[in-house]
């Protein structure tokens, strides 16, 4: 079921989430698999929390992976993936299910490879969920900042 803030964030900006059966799309590929798409066009979630103890939201292609170096060029210090619990506690969702709109005091950062798209999918808040958008909806959304933050990984 969706979180009542983000179907406030859908409602607003006229999006509609597509659910599918609870658990099947906690994964970049998974996802992917369930939307027919290819893994790249899944926009996922990743929290990060600075050694300043800030948490800091990438959202990048399914098909990439956030450089630590990059990372921190771009956020200026060092940080390290948020665990379980902290993931809920900052943003109200379990890692899987991590929506990049509805969470708030977290700078969101974009990585430029999603803008490749002319759709994503990020999470709406659940493991089992997705929202078709065009890029500069999540840019607006977010009022994230447009960065590089990946590299490619190999195929799975």
């Known amino acids: 079921m969706i979180p009542e803030k983000v179907k406030k964030v859908l409602d607003k900006n ?26 790249g066009q899944i926009a996922k979630s990743l929290l990060f929390i600075g050694k300043d103890k800030r948490f ?3 959202i990048c292609p399914g098909d990439r992976k956030v450089s630590s170096s990059k990372l921190k060029q771009t956020i ?20 899987g ?9 977290i700078d969101v950062f974009l990585d430029e490879q999603l803008k490749q798209y002319e759709t994503i999918y990020p999470a709406a808040g659940t493991g089992s969920s997705g929202v078709p958008m065009g890029f500069e909806q999540l840019v607006n959304i977010t009022n994230g900042r447009i960065c590089e933050t990946t590299v490619p990984v190999e195929e799975r």
């Open 97 to 105: 299910g991590v929506c990049p709109f509805g969470i708030e005091g």
């Open 56 to 58: 800091y939201l990438v």
């Open 14 to 39: 006229n999006l509609k989430a597509v659910e599918f059966e609870d658990g099947s799309t906690p994964t970049a590929y998974l996802a992917a698999k369930k939307f027919g798409v290819p893994v």
């Open 76 to 95: 200026g210090v060092k940080s390290r993936m948020a665990n379980s619990d902290e993931t809920l506690r900052a943003t109200g969702f379990l890692p």
